[in-house]
């Protein structure tokens, strides 16, 4: 028992640890197949030949890529269509949802007023709340107020800070900036809107940045409240349009279509994370810590 | 009108309604706040206080607790619209916990998962974080990678793509996997073994659901399968929920960073002093590393727990509505198709709170049990 942690190799040291060092490279690497492979099959089968995609034979990468389907939807109007339907909803739902999450998280962070743990508390609780129990009812209040079928209610409601887990997050970075910034400000004759809106906001940059991310991957992403509110087929998001391309009557799907639709859909999220990536690892790592 | 421009106005509208309603609930909170004496800074810090939450206020009493209340209420009512609710007591609760076997079969999959899908994502969350722990060079790039399908997995484009991938005929997840055992013959039975326990579990547990052995039966009958049957996945029922669990744990990149950020946080002279004292490192990792991480892994399962039961996108999209047969019924989504599929408004209310307060009282289960294994360090302090 007490030798084995330092049993003496005949390997000097400095081996056993490029040795294990080469290990945990090569399960890194490993992992990192794992991860990636679904993403090089989806690039892969969007540039075959509808043969090749629906062969028995597996193809690897095709004989000669093709950009057929990447044509065949940009130019299509429909699918244009979608793919501005999408920006619109995920732009108006992440500023309004930023904007409010913003004001709401200065007022839990930097000015002292009566009832703001009580209120703080409150919203909390909200994360417990799974998302389905406000779902039926505020579908039934929607459809009384003449709002199913349009893009209000997959919009609309974010824009009363919707996101307690972002107002969270946004409080304890702005917990963090100096007192001292406020009072000077107050003295100077400041008051608290240009405060929030001129030196705090600015000094929030990354935070917001991170939330921003976070608001444009679930509005990009949203499936269900689209699939509920969104009747008509010129109102579509992407994601509801990709997951009806399969039809179960045919035999032969048109899979590299499908994937060149799929691939230009995922782009712009691999973009954005590409770039705010060390932000966002940051905070996911925050959450855990603190929450 | 165009929707969009219609939404848009409508947005606008909005702002206006948000900033006016801030100015009164503000403006009665100053009110309250000089009746009940208080001095002019007082006054002026209530108001501001209240003008920057009310955009959350205003919307919790409209979309949260209005709503809540009158789900409450409907859960009690047989509601389809546009006619008007009809009150008909317990029978809705009673009908989903006794005689609706959609919903115990959802139920006991989202069970499933949660069972046998998050022990696999905790654990396959903390290797990773164990590797990039290394801090060797090009860590960094790792961290991307791993996090990145956290972004995608939710979209029906990711999960299609999982369809193709997972096609039990010419997807590439089955030939990647015959590939490997080219080069690694001995992993042939190990596959042959997994094969026949997910099966014979998967087939036990249906039968439990159903109260219906013959496909346990069949299963057990064929024996140990040749080495010529692969996995199914999303295409029959004995490997579709297996099939959600795998993307599942591909996508645990949020619970690794958790885990990566605890991991950073054990203090380093805890592994000198075991060190000294001689542990070796599998003593290391299980009497210092895992209990002093053990507030991670208690967050992970909190979050987890809640994120399973709520699976929906997948069972939509990747096995065509719950397919096959049913095995990828989950809670949300036989609350989703009950409601809007079958308009059954009481009955998905009712539905939602039975969620809630199976979401409740897990969470409590596990507060109450975190005594005996997670470690605060502020206790010892």
Not at chain 1, 88 to 102: I, K, P
Not at chain 2, 92 to 108: A, E, K, M, W
Request: glycine content about 6%; charged content about 10%.
């Amino acid at each position: 028992m007490r030798k084995t942690g330092r049993r003496e190799s005949f390997l000097p040291r400095k081996v056993r640890q490029a040795f294990s060092n080469g290990i945990v490279y090569l399960l890194l690497l490993a992992g990192s197949g794992f991860m990636l492979f679904p993403l090089f099959w989806m690039l892969s089968t969007s540039l075959k030949t509808m043969e090749e995609a629906n062969s028995p034979r597996i193809t690897w990468w095709p004989a000669e890529p093709q950009l057929d389907a990447y044509r065949q939807v940009l130019t299509d109007s429909r699918w244009l269509l979608y793919f501005s339907n999408s920006a619109f909803v995920t732009t108006l739902a992440v500023l309004g949802t930023l904007v409010s999450v913003a004001a709401v998280a200065y007022a839990f962070s930097r000015i002292q007023w009566p009832g703001r743990n009580i209120v703080f508390f409150l919203m909390l609780s909200t994360l417990m709340l799974p998302y389905q129990t406000t779902l039926v009812p505020q579908y039934v209040m929607f459809n009384k107020i003449g709002w199913v079928g349009t893009y209000n209610p997959i919009i609309i409601p974010g824009f009363f800070a919707g996101g307690a887990l972002y107002i969270f997050l946004l409080r304890q970075f702005m917990l963090g900036l100096p007192k001292e910034l406020d009072e000077a400000a107050l003295i100077d004759g400041a008051n608290h809107f240009q405060i929030w809106w001129h030196i705090i906001l600015p000094l929030c940059k990354p935070a917001l940045a991170t939330i921003a991310v976070f608001l444009f991957v679930g509005n990009w992403n949203a499936l269900q409240a689209p699939l509920i509110y969104l009747q008509r087929a010129n109102m579509y998001t992407l994601p509801v349009v990709i997951a009806n391309l399969i039809n179960p009557q045919v035999r032969v799907q048109p899979w590299p279509l499908i994937m060149a639709a799929s691939a230009l859909t995922m782009i712009p999220l691999v973009i954005v994370f590409f770039f705010t990536q060390r932000y966002i690892l940051e905070s996911v790592a925050l959450t855990g810590t603190k929450g | 009108m165009n929707p969009k421009l219609y939404t848009l106005l409508w947005a606008i509208a909005t702002v206006a309604f948000i900033i006016l309603s801030s100015l009164a609930v503000a403006s009665v909170a100053k009110l309250v706040a000089r009746w009940r004496g208080k001095n002019r800074l007082y006054q002026s810090r209530t108001f501001a206080g209240y003008f920057f939450a009310s955009p959350w206020i205003v919307g919790y009493i409209i979309f949260v607790i209005g709503p809540t209340l009158a789900s409450l209420y409907w859960s009690f009512t047989r509601f389809k619209l546009p006619a008007p609710p009809v009150w008909v007591g317990l029978q809705n609760y009673i009908q989903l916990l006794t005689t609706d076997d959609q919903f115990r079969v959802s139920i006991l999959n989202s069970l499933y998962v949660t069972l046998f899908g998050l022990p696999l994502q905790l654990a396959t969350a903390l290797v990773l974080a164990l590797l990039l722990y290394r801090r060797l060079p090009g860590e960094q790039v790792f961290r991307m990678i791993y996090y990145l399908p956290v972004m995608l997995a939710a979209n029906s484009a990711m999960l299609i793509t999982w369809r193709l991938v997972l096609n039990p005929n010419n997807g590439i997840l089955n030939t990647l996997i015959r590939m490997i055992e080219g080069v690694f013959p001995f992993l042939v039975p190990v596959r042959q073994g997994v094969v026949w326990f997910t099966e014979i579990t998967n087939a036990a547990f249906l039968g439990l659901q159903r109260g219906d052995f013959n496909l346990l039966h069949q299963t057990l009958a064929r024996g140990l399968p040749g080495p010529e049957v692969m996995p199914l996945w999303h295409q029959s029922q004995l490997w579709s929920k297996p099939a959600i669990i795998l993307i599942g744990v591909w996508s645990c990149g949020t619970m690794m960073m958790i885990y990566l950020a605890a991991l950073s946080s054990v203090p380093p002279h805890l592994y000198e002093a075991a060190l000294v004292d001689g542990a070796n490192g599998w003593q290391r990792f299980w009497r210092i590393t895992f209990p002093m991480i053990s507030p991670a892994t208690f967050y992970n399962l909190v979050v987890g727990i809640i994120a399973t039961l709520q699976i929906f996108e997948q069972s939509y999209v990747l096995t065509d509505n719950g397919g096959p047969a049913q095995s990828t019924y989950f809670v949300a989504y036989y609350l989703w198709r009950s409601t809007f599929r079958f308009n059954k408004i009481g009955y998905g209310a009712a539905m939602s709170w039975i969620l809630l307060v199976l979401i409740l009282i897990l969470t409590l289960i596990q507060f109450r049990l975190a005594n005996k294994w997670v470690y605060y360090e502020y206790e010892e302090a």
